[in-house]
């Protein structure tokens, strides 16, 4: 009788206990796609008013400026095909960054936009985490565009 009770008692709060991290899973898993919604579109956002442009709306190279520039505007569509189907994630950071591209490596037709952005965000030591955070939004953004 007692041992039917206990054993019972315990389905019943394993039960309640895998309920519950069921629910926190579920939690978990939706804000978590919740952040990465609002990585994104932050991203995406950033993208229209900086980078369209010349990159175009799509990011496939034909924005509006691409007509008077000298070299074509990358299509940034493109990025995971030409690196063999893996999205190379830091060297976009960089390029987009641009602060340690070496010079001599030929001119650089796209402006430095961590200079860039840490000049709107004040330019001080501190600020540099709202570039990096900014920058690394558009990475994210970019690394969602791929076509293959
Ligand atoms: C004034 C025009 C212009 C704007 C605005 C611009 N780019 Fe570019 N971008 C270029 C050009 C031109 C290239 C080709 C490489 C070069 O000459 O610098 C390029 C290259 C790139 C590349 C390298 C692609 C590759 O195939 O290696 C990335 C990544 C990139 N741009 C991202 C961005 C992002 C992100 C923004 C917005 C924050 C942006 N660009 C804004 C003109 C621009």
């Known amino acids: 009788m007692r ?3 206990y054993s019972h008692a315990w389905i019943r709060t394993t039960g309640l206990a895998a309920r519950l991290v069921a629910v926190a899973l579920l939690v978990g898993a939706s804000t978590g796609l919740a952040q990465e919604d609002a990585v994104l579109t932050n991203g995406r956002e950033e993208y229209r008013i900086y980078c369209a442009s010349c990159h175009g709306e799509q990011g496939r190279g034909n924005g509006p400026m691409a007509d008077i520039l000298t070299v074509v505007p990358a299509d940034l569509t493109q990025l995971r ?3 063999g189907g893996e999205f190379p994630f830091w060297r976009v950071y960089k390029i987009i960054d641009g602060r340690d591209i070496v010079r001599g490596h030929g001119a650089r037709n796209m ?3 961590g200079a860039e952005f840490l000049r709107e965000e004040g330019g ?3 600020d540099e985490d709202r570039v990096i955070g900014r920058i690394l939004a558009l990475v994210y ?7 293959q």
Do not use: A, M, T
């Open 111 to 113: 402006p430095v936009w």
């Open 141 to 147: 953004y970019l690394q969602s565009i791929q076509e």
């Open 81 to 83: 095909r030409k690196n």
């Open 124 to 126: 001080g030591y501190l």
């Open 3 to 5: 041992v039917s009770f």
